[in-house]
């Protein structure tokens, strides 16, 4: 018996639109999800599990991150694997933009950098300028813990050795590079009763982590070489057509917004704020 081409045809349309049924859904949660690669700093903080939801409420979109250093963000960008960076190495960010990776990188918020250590202080550091601080861990051969991961603390720290005049310590024995985010790497200098560079916010994080008590405390700050830039950047769709723009730059718009920058301003541990928003 043969069957009706009329039947035929509407079965072939009912199929059709089942399989557009059924990738709809997909599609939708694909083009309202957002991929950032951002530092260590932002996630260890809690800052960015306080920005998603709002951000969430106010377009729509999902964010979702990997967290790493700054050095592999960027390459997470050039790969095209991520749509959006939240880094804090401006030199680096400038040559990424500059090279045609990235673009429309807007500064949003800043802290410091702090170099923290036992406190007895045993190479004598407190309220020396950094330069002297470092240059008294390296006369004493005090234990410093470096995190080695070409993230935008190991740039600092990198540039701050270089500012004393001396070579950067790598064969040293008493330099450590833990090759790991900014929590592990001040678990290790603690181990080593030793010193390590830190940003404030994640120092403040790890302070409220050990009830106010830390083992290590702040022993060189204020010096104008500490400042700590944070900027977005979205990566570059001529380059990486599949990446979404207009979502990365919804997040941008967002993050150096009034309510962004407010929820920045207002995120803070022990009454300490973590960050300053910058946004222009």
């Excluded at 399989?19 to 530092?39: D, Y």
């Excluded at 260890?44 to 979702?64: C, H, M, Q, R, S």
């Excluded at 170099?115 to 006369?139: N, Q, R």
Aim: include cysteine.
């Amino acid at each position: 018996m043969k069957k009706n081409p009329c039947c035929k045809k509407l079965f072939f349309i009912f199929a059709v639109f089942c399989l557009l049924l059924v990738s709809i859904p997909v599609f939708a949660e694909n083009t309202k999800t957002l991929m950032m690669a951002t530092t260590t700093s932002t996630e260890n903080t809690g800052l960015l599990d306080v920005l998603k939801p709002a951000f969430e409420k106010a377009t729509g979109i999902e964010l979702k991150w990997t967290a790493t250093g700054t050095g592999k963000a960027l390459k997470l960008g050039e790969n095209c694997d991520v749509d959006v960076l939240m880094v804090h190495a401006p030199s680096a960010e400038k040559k990424f933009v500059e090279n045609g990776f990235g673009v429309d990188r807007r500064e949003f918020m800043y802290n410091d950098f702090v170099i923290i250590g036992p406190e007895s202080d045993p190479a004598g550091t407190k309220g020396k300028t950094v330069v002297d601080a470092l240059k008294a861990i390296s006369e004493k051969k005090m234990a410093f813990v470096s995190r080695g991961d070409k993230s935008g603390t190991h740039e600092m720290e990198l540039s701050l050795w270089k500012s004393t005049g001396l070579p950067i310590p790598e064969k040293e024995t008493w330099y450590i590079q833990s090759g790991q985010g900014m929590l592990p790497t001040i678990t290790m200098a603690e181990e080593k009763n030793g010193y390590t560079l830190t940003d404030r916010g994640t120092y403040i994080k790890y302070e409220a982590d050990n009830k106010e008590n830390p083992a290590l405390k702040i022993l060189v700050e204020g010096d104008k070489t500490l400042f700590n830039q944070y900027s977005v950047i979205a990566v570059n769709p001529q380059l990486c057509p599949k990446v979404k723009y207009e979502a990365a730059m919804k997040w941008i718009a967002w993050v150096t917004g009034k309510e962004a920058q407010q929820i920045i301003k207002d995120f803070k541990l022990l009454g300490k704020p973590l960050f300053t928003p910058n946004a222009k």
